[in-house]
C-alpha cells in the first residue's frame, strides 16, 4: 500500500531537514549575505527553484522503475535512465555536470573545514597563523582521502547520507535551542544530542544486531524520528530543569573578530557587514 511511502517521506523530511540546519554552506550565505532582505530573497528563490527540479528528478526514479533498470541500485537511477535514453555525447555532458556539482560541494565542505580551524580554533588555543594555515590544509587532506576511500567502497550513496543525517537529526534540535534558550546549559545540550544520537543508532537498520537493544522494529523511520524526537524532548527537560539563566548580551560583548581592521573574504573590512545589518534593522 501507500503507507511504506508515506513513511519514507516522513523520515527523509526529518532526515534532510536536520542535515541543512547543520550544512555549512547555509551558514556560509547567512554570514556573507549584505542584509536581511537579500538573505530572504536569496532562500526564497532557492526554495521556489528547486521545487521543479526535485520534481523531474523524482520522475526518472519512476521511469527507471517502469523500464526495470536501476532498480538494484535506486541512487543510480537517473544515471541510468540517461544512459539507455540518450546518446553518448549527452550522457557526457550529464557525467561531467554530475562531477562538477560535487566538485562545488566538496569545495563548500572543504572551505567550512578551514573555516573552522582558522576561524574558530584561535578562540581555544594560541596559534600563530602558519601554524593554522597549516592545520587547516592537512585537516583538509586528510578529510579528502577518507571521502575518496568511502567513495571507492561502492556503498549506497543514500546509506551514505543517512549515515550522516542520523547525526545531525540527533543534534540539530539542541543546537538550534542554545542559539535561543536562556536555560539550556551546554551539558545539557550535550546529553540530549548523545542519548538521541544513541537511540537512532540502535535503531538504526545498519547497526550490528547485538546493538538493536531497543523493543521496537530497527528501521530508518523509527532510526530518524526517535533520534529528533528523543533529543528534542530532553532539550526541553534540560531547559526547564535548569536553574541558570544566560546572558545572550554577552555574545555582542564579549565575542569579537579575530581581528577587526583585516579584511573579510568578501573584501569589505571585519565588522562591516555586522554594522550594517545593526543599522538596517
Not at 540546519?21 to 532557492?46: E, V
Not at 536501476?70 to 557525467?95: C, H, Q, W, Y
Not at 576511500?149 to 538550534?176: E, M
Not at 568578501?266 to 565588522?271: I, K, L, N, P, S
Amino acid at each position: 500500500g501507500f503507507a511504506a511511502g508515506i513513511e519514507f517521506g516522513a523520515y527523509v523530511i526529518v532526515a534532510i531537514l536536520a542535515a541543512e540546519m547543520l550544512n555549512q554552506a547555509w551558514w556560509q550565505r547567512i554570514y556573507a549575505a549584505d542584509d536581511d532582505g537579500t538573505l530572504r530573497r536569496s532562500f526564497l528563490l532557492a526554495a521556489v527553484a528547486v521545487v521543479p527540479m526535485v520534481f523531474v528528478a523524482g520522475l526518472f526514479g519512476l521511469v527507471a522503475r517502469g523500464q526495470g533498470v536501476g532498480t538494484d541500485r535506486a541512487s543510480v537511477a537517473f544515471f541510468v535512465v540517461v544512459r539507455d535514453a540518450f546518446a553518448e555525447p549527452i550522457v557526457l555532458a550529464v557525467v561531467v555536470l554530475a562531477v562538477l556539482l560535487v566538485t562545488s560541494s566538496a569545495d563548500t565542505l572543504f572551505n567550512a573545514i578551514a573555516s573552522v580551524v582558522t576561524a574558530d580554533l584561535p578562540r581555544l588555543v594560541d596559534a600563530g597563523d602558519r601554524t593554522l594555515t597549516l592545520a587547516a590544509r592537512l585537516l583538509t587532506v586528510v578529510v579528502a582521502l577518507a571521502g575518496v576511500f568511502v567513495a571507492a567502497q561502492g556503498y549506497s550513496v543514500l546509506t551514505v547520507f543517512f549515515v550522516a543525517d542520523l547525526l545531525a537529526t540527533a543534534t540539530f534540535v539542541p543546537l538550534l535551542a542554545g542559539l535561543y534558550s536562556r536555560r539550556l546549559t551546554g551539558l545539557g545540550a550535550f546529553v540530549a544530542s548523545a542519548v538521541g544520537l544513541a537511540v537512532g543508532g540502535m535503531l538504526f537498520p545498519l547497526t550490528p544486531a547485538p546493538l538493536q537493544v531497543l523493543p521496537l522494529e530497527a528501521s530508518f523511520f523509527n532510526a530518524f524520528i526517535g533520534a529528533a524526537a528523543v533529543s528534542g524532548g530532553l532539550t526541553a527537560l534540560a531547559a526547564l530543569a535548569s536553574g541558570t539563566r544566560f546572558d545572550l548580551g554577552r555574545l555582542d560583548r564579549e565575542i569579537t573578530r579575530l581581528d577587526e581592521s583585516d579584511p573579510v573574504a568578501d573584501g569589505g573590512q571585519a565588522g562591516e557587514g555586522a554594522r550594517e545589518r545593526g543599522g538596517q534593522r
